[in-house]
């Protein structure tokens, strides 16, 4: 906790293994970093999918101008993340 905000640390990059693309999530939640496959990637998003893990399963990033959607979803749940440049 950080005054009334909870503030945590998530690493995250991307990476090719056995000639395919991953999106990898280092969490403090999880043991290991866990691997998202690349199954869809446009000139403004990409979807990252790992069925086998409990949530997300699912990581949507689309560009909409200045600003940066993430959406995690799975197990009949989503959440939404905005950024924007500033």
């Keep these: ?24 999530a280092d969490v403090p939640e999880n043991k290991e970093p866990v691997l998202f496959l690349l199954t869809a990637i446009t000139d403004h998003s990409f979807i990252c999918e790992n069925p086998r893990h409990d949530f997300p399963t699912k990581i949507a990033y689309e ?20 950024f924007e440049k500033k």
């Design 63 to 82: 560009k909409e101008g200045d600003k940066l959607k993430a959406v995690i979803s799975g197990s009949g749940k989503s959440i939404e993340y905005l």
């Design 1 to 24: 906790m950080k005054g009334i905000d909870t503030t945590f640390m998530e690493k995250l990059k991307i990476i090719l293994k056995d000639e395919k693309i991953y999106y990898v």
